[in-house]
């Protein structure tokens, strides 16, 4: 790796004042994806501001209606938490799913959500559930937050400080990994609330999205079967080495089959 | 930058570059050769080592993080005190054929220590799905999983369950 220069600051808006301070420095959190870009040259911040000292950053709570969960918290702690897995057992099953042991123990839900990687997990758990971003300076709806190939709402200076999780009805995900890097070729999350039902699918193209017909026909009736026959178009879906968009649209629907058996259990 | 950790139960304090990775620190600055480098993408898991216990990939590890940590490499496994043996882990390794070349081992063990530590009662689907991390070219991970139920089975049986 280049040598560059570090920063651990304790304070929010100190880590932020250095992020925009520095030009093209670049936030440290778990670092399983920034780490490795580095590594490979692929980018050449001139500064890093590490997020691990801000205290604030870490840890779960909930107040029934809602968990918040974060920035800074390891898919490993969301997996083996006692209250996501009583109040939200999908999310708690999805983080348990990411990457390998290693990856779970350092890699942050405020990292993977922050970096959108069209194939991540953690996005489709945050879209599919209707979660807030907060950041340090405002609150962002998950509809607005998701721009596409890892692009998000999030200006220069902003930092993730936490997601906020409504508590669903049920909620389940389920995901056909890429066999070499675990990532989801195809990822679907469901969430039942009392309003209604969404349904969010990563892996699949180019960026996390909903799928508004299926989205109707578990609101009318939570079963499973009732979207064996919803087959989504093809258009704008991922065709690459791993899958071509036609298999990618098929496992669409048989993930979100077995999502909804999931958040029946 | 001073970084000051505790390593395999020692007191150490390094002088480095920020930007270091751990397993190079390891292996050029400290002389520990036993935490290999088998990839460049993070993804082989050779170089896994313990961060205050959580299994973790070195080479994807900046050398700021171990301020005031513990970190656990494959030269720190030992039997139980005393015993000139090799820590029950390592022992299940040899006695089950669970490597060829040797050149993931040093990762697997210390992945395999961690799962044993962290569920008393391993199937043999959580030691696949636990060893998802570690890549090995040789042995077709079958007397890797043999090893790893034994393993943790004699790390139980040691500490009397
Ligand atoms: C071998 C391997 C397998 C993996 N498998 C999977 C998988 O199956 N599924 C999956 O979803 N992911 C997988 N990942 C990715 C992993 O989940 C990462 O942990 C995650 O994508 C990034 O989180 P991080 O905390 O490591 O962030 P970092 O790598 O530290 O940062 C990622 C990016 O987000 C920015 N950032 C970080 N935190 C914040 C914040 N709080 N606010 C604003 N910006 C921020 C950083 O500046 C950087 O640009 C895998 C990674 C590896 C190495
Ligand atoms: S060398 Fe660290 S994962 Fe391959
Ligand atoms: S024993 Fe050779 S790579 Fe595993």
Redesign the pocket.
Request: hydrophobic share 40%.
């Given at each position: 790796m280049k040598p560059c220069a570090y920063h651990q600051p304790v304070q929010i808006p100190d880590a932020a004042k250095l992020l925009t301070s520095i030009e093209d420095s670049?936030?440290?959190?778990?670092?399983?994806?920034?780490?490795?870009t580095l590594k490979q040259r692929l980018a050449n911040p001139p500064a890093l501001v590490d997020?691990s000292r801000l205290g604030s950053?870490k840890g779960i709570s909930g107040d029934g209606a809602t968990i918040t969960i974060g920035?800074?918290t390891p898919?490993a702690v969301v997996a083996a938490s006692k209250l996501v897995q009583a109040k939200i057992p999908g999310l708690a099953a999805l983080a348990s799913?990411?990457?390998?042991p290693a990856?779970r123990s350092?890699?942050?839900i405020?990292?993977?959500v922050?970096?959108n990687?069209p194939?991540?997990?953690?996005p489709a758990g945050v879209l599919g559930l209707g979660a807030t971003i907060i950041?340090s300076m405002r609150e962002i709806a998950a509809d607005e937050f998701f721009l596409g190939l890892f692009e998000t709402a999030?200006e220069a200076g902003?930092?993730?400080?936490a997601i906020r999780f409504p508590v669903p009805l049920r909620a389940g995900y389920a995901k056909f990994?890429a066999p070499a890097?675990?990532?989801?070729l195809v990822g679907v999350f469901v969430a039942k609330f009392a309003d209604g039902v969404r349904v969010a699918v990563t892996g699949a193209g180019p960026g996390v999205f909903r799928v508004p017909p299926m989205e109707a026909a578990l609101s009318l009736n939570f079963d499973p079967s009732a979207i064996a026959a919803i087959k989504i178009d093809t258009d704008g879906l991922t065709s690459d080495i791993h899958a071509e968009a036609d298999y990618r649209a098929h496992l669409v629907t048989v993930m979100a089959k077995r999502a909804g058996d999931a958040a029946l259990v | 930058m001073q970084i000051s950790f505790t390593l395999n139960g020692r007191p150490t304090t390094v002088d480095v570059e920020p930007a270091t990775l751990v397993a190079e620190l390891l292996r050029e600055q400290l002389n520990l050769t036993g935490t290999h480098i088998g990839c460049d993408?993070?993804?082989c898991g050779a170089c896994v080592v313990h961060l205050d216990g959580l299994p973790v990939?070195s080479c994807?590890l900046l050398a700021p993080t171990l301020e005031g940590a513990t970190l656990l490499t494959i030269e720190g496994l030992e039997g139980a005190p005393g015993s000139n043996r090799m820590h029950p882990m390592q022992e299940a390794f040899r006695e089950h054929h669970g490597l060829q070349c040797g050149f993931c081992t040093p990762g697997m063990l210390m992945t395999a220590v961690a799962l044993a530590t962290e569920k008393k009662d391993l199937t043999e689907a959580d030691v696949r799905h636990g060893l998802e991390?570690n890549i090995c070219r040789c042995t077709g991970y079958q007397n890797i999983v043999v090893s790893v139920m034994a393993g943790a089975a004699a790390m139980n049986a040691a500490k009397g369950e």
């Open positions: 670049k936030l440290l959190a778990g670092g399983m994806t920034l780490i490795p997020l950053l920035a800074m898919h799913m990411i990457g390998d990856v350092r890699g942050t405020g990292g993977s922050a970096n990687d194939a991540a997990d953690y950041t999030l902003e930092i993730i400080t990994k890097s675990r990532y989801a | 993408t993070s993804q990939k994807t991390g």
